[in-house]
């Protein structure tokens, strides 16, 4: 399953490499919103985990063995990290996003991206989250122009993942466990809605 896994995100970075998506404008602020994107990353990963933790649990269709092989052996590791994140951000931003971009409206186009997303993982418990993220993923891309800081946010959400699962030596650990008890996760959560909503306030006198 790990050469499998490695062999499907090295082919897909080719792919896309080789049909060479359309370049998008790089706007004169792109640094600034590069910046407001990574910063609105970690609450909003550790946000919509705890949210999602809350509700009814969602159907898994990948195996906790498959998932294990992935998470203790060092190319599963560099293609969940590394590779995952540039070729699905190669793909689903300058690929898809960038097409959409030519032929709708900027959010519109951000919105359809981040469901396509979403459905291509076809994990349902993924998919809530996947979604958030590529909301987040599709505006960094649409507001930058360049796919660094999209990698970045991708690379930092997925390391957290890996990470979380081998210092737990559990791949289905969740941030709630890890936190502990409910004044914990209240208590990360109001601090997470309190960090985005000063970045959003900052974006919004910019």
Same mark, same amino acid.
């Given at each position: 399953?790990?050469?499998?896994?490695?062999?499907?995100?090295?082919?897909?970075?080719?792919?896309?490499?080789?049909?060479?998506?359309?370049?998008?404008?790089?706007?004169?602020?792109?640094?600034?919103? $590069?910046?407001?994107?990574?910063?609105?990353?970690?609450?909003?990963?550790?946000?919509?985990?705890?949210?999602?933790?809350?509700?009814?649990?969602?159907?898994?269709?990948?195996?906790?063995?498959?998932?294990?092989?992935?998470?203790?052996?060092?190319?599963?590791?560099?293609?969940?990290?590394?590779?995952?994140?540039?070729?699905?951000?190669?793909?689903?931003?300058? $690929?898809?996003?960038?097409?959409?971009?030519?032929?709708?409206?900027?959010?519109?186009?951000?919105?359809?991206?981040?469901?396509?997303?979403?459905?291509?993982?076809?994990?349902?418990?993924?998919?809530?989250?996947?979604?958030?993220?590529?909301?987040?993923?599709?505006?960094?891309?649409?507001?930058?122009?360049?796919?660094?800081?999209?990698?970045?946010?991708?690379?930092?959400?997925?390391?957290?993942?890996?990470?979380?699962?081998?210092?737990?030596?559990?791949?289905?650990?969740?941030?709630?466990?890890?936190? $502990?008890?409910?004044?914990?996760?209240?208590?990360?959560?109001?601090?997470?809605?309190?960090?985005?909503?000063?970045?959003?306030?900052?974006?919004?006198?910019?």
């Amino acid at each position: 399953i790990v050469n499998s896994v490695l062999i499907a995100h090295l082919l897909s970075i080719v792919l896309v490499l080789i049909l060479r998506p359309k370049k998008q404008p790089r706007p004169a602020d792109r640094l600034y919103k $590069g910046v407001m994107a990574l910063l609105m990353a970690p609450p909003l990963i550790l946000l919509v985990n705890l949210v999602q933790d809350l509700l009814p649990e969602l159907p898994s269709i990948i195996d906790d063995q498959s998932l294990s092989t992935l998470l203790h052996h060092p190319l599963g590791i560099v293609s969940i990290t590394l590779l995952a994140p540039i070729s699905e951000e190669l793909l689903f931003r300058a $690929g898809i996003l960038g097409s959409l971009l030519e032929r709708h409206r900027p959010w519109r186009a951000v919105l359809l991206s981040a469901l396509i997303f979403s459905v291509a993982h076809m994990n349902p418990v993924q998919m809530p989250a996947a979604f958030i993220l590529g909301l987040l993923l599709g505006w960094a891309y649409w507001q930058t122009g360049s796919l660094l800081v999209p990698c970045l946010i991708h690379i930092l959400n997925n390391t957290l993942a890996v990470g979380l699962s081998a210092i737990y030596s559990d791949p289905d650990i969740t941030f709630s466990e890890v936190l $502990g008890g409910s004044t914990e996760i209240a208590i990360s959560m109001v601090v997470s809605v309190a960090w985005l909503s000063a970045v959003i306030y900052r974006l919004s006198k910019a």
